[in-house]
């Protein structure tokens, strides 16, 4: 009876068990079921979402590459100037844009050509207060960029000319090509501005030397561009030229300059779209080849001699000998000293002889900038008339 009812007890199990397994099997092919589903409905919805994504993209792509056929903002866009200097744009980024250049000579808008005046400076402006007068009343004829050390602050009020005109920078050596990276730098951030035509390279320590309307017309009207470039035949010159530059650079077409340039459009693209010379350059004038008193000078003289002035617009005086100019302070600083300056020399402009041949001139510390400001209106022609200091 005990083995009976065991079995029975055994196949009451067994019979439940078989219950048990055909039960749970229907619920499992339903869940198998209901994941296939989601999975492909998951699927689905992936690559719909993926589509979607890749359709707004490449519309996006093709209605900034196509601004005309997708985009009717019109041509304010490609000549309005950047608002704001401190772009993220990487130095191979940012001289590709600089160098776009129209072949089409006529503009379709009315251009008012604009100057760009470009200070090269370790930090401060200290001679600032004087250009702010030289500045004032002329807005709309020119650009102002400040390449400084990079982790300089400057304080300019915003009712300042150089309030948020500082560029991207990075350190610049003397002697040295980083010197030349950072006029190319300022030459690529100035070109984003279509209006600038004229590109005049400054120090902290450049004074100008004439009013605004002055300068501006004769840089306007010039069919030149003003790169010193001669051939020095001794240690200096010649001396440092290196046979390894070769074939780009033969040591008759050396030249030496001053660093301190003026250039046009045209000349400041070509520049900084330069491939050619600058890698020779770079490996081969170092310290005691000074680079930045030989690159732009060699380069433009090869490429452009016809398009120079062969002379540079900054004044300074080296009569006191060694590897820097002399520099000019409150002492210095009288109604002959200036007048000396800018009667100095008679030159070439477009061809005819002329009397004004230096623009700018340098180097000034900053004890000099009262009685610059003191002398501006009756000598420079610029600023408010002071009553001059016993």
């Known amino acids: 009876m005990q083995v009976r009812v065991l079995a029975l007890e055994d196949g009451k199990d067994s019979s439940q068990r078989t219950q048990s ?149 990075q350190v610049a050596e003397w002697g040295k090509m980083s010197m030349c990276d950072a006029e190319r730098r300022l030459l690529a951030n100035a070109l984003l501005d279509i209006s600038n035509e004229r590109f005049i390279l400054l120090s902290e320590s450049c004074i100008p030397l004439y009013s605004f309307s002055i300068i501006y017309q004769y840089l306007i009207r010039s069919r030149y561009s003003y790169v010193g470039a001669f051939d020095d035949p001794g240690r200096y010159g010649r001396g440092r030229y290196n046979p390894k530059m070769v074939p780009e650079v033969d040591i008759s077409q050396w030249r030496k300059g001053s660093q301190w340039f003026e250039v046009n459009r045209k000349l400041a693209v070509d520049i900084i779209a330069d491939t050619k010379y600058y890698p020779k350059f770079k490996e081969f004038c170092k310290p005691a080849c000074y680079v930045d008193e030989h690159y732009f000078p060699t380069m433009l003289t090869i490429e452009s001699s016809n398009l120079i002035a062969n002379r540079s617009l900054t004044w300074v005086d080296w009569s006191r000998g060694g590897p820097h100019p002399a520099t000019f302070g409150k002492d210095d600083i009288n109604e002959a000293f200036i007048k000396r300056i800018v009667e100095e020399k008679k030159c070439l402009y477009n061809g005819q002889e002329s009397s004004v041949c230096f623009l700018f001139a340098r180097k000034f510390s900053p004890s000099a900038l009262e009685p610059l400001k003191q ?16």
């Not at 490609?78 to 772009?87: D, E, G, R, Y």
């Not at 930090?123 to 600032?128: A, R």
Request: hydrophobic fraction near 40%.
């Open 21 to 169: 397994r055909v039960f749970p099997s229907k619920i499992l092919k339903f869940l198998v079921l209901f994941v296939v589903l989601g999975v492909g409905f998951f699927v689905f919805s992936l690559y719909r979402t993926r589509y979607i994504d890749f359709e707004t993209t490449l519309l996006q792509a093709r209605d900034s590459l196509n601004p005309c056929v997708y985009k009717r903002s019109g041509l304010g866009r490609w000549i309005k100037p950047p608002s704001n200097l401190m772009h993220n744009m990487s130095e191979e980024e940012l001289f590709w844009v600089a160098s776009y250049a129209p072949r089409v000579k006529k503009y379709p808008f009315k251009r008012l050509p604009k100057i760009a005046f470009m200070f090269l400076t370790k930090g401060p402006l200290p001679l600032s207060p004087l250009w702010e007068e030289f500045f004032k009343g002329h807005e709309g004829l020119y650009s102002i960029y400040i390449h400084s050390l990079p982790n300089y602050q400057s304080d300019f009020p915003t009712t300042s000319v150089f309030y948020g005109r500082r560029i991207p920078s």
């Open 375 to 390: 002398f501006a209106p009756s000598l420079l022609g610029f600023g408010e008339i002071r009553q001059h200091s016993a």
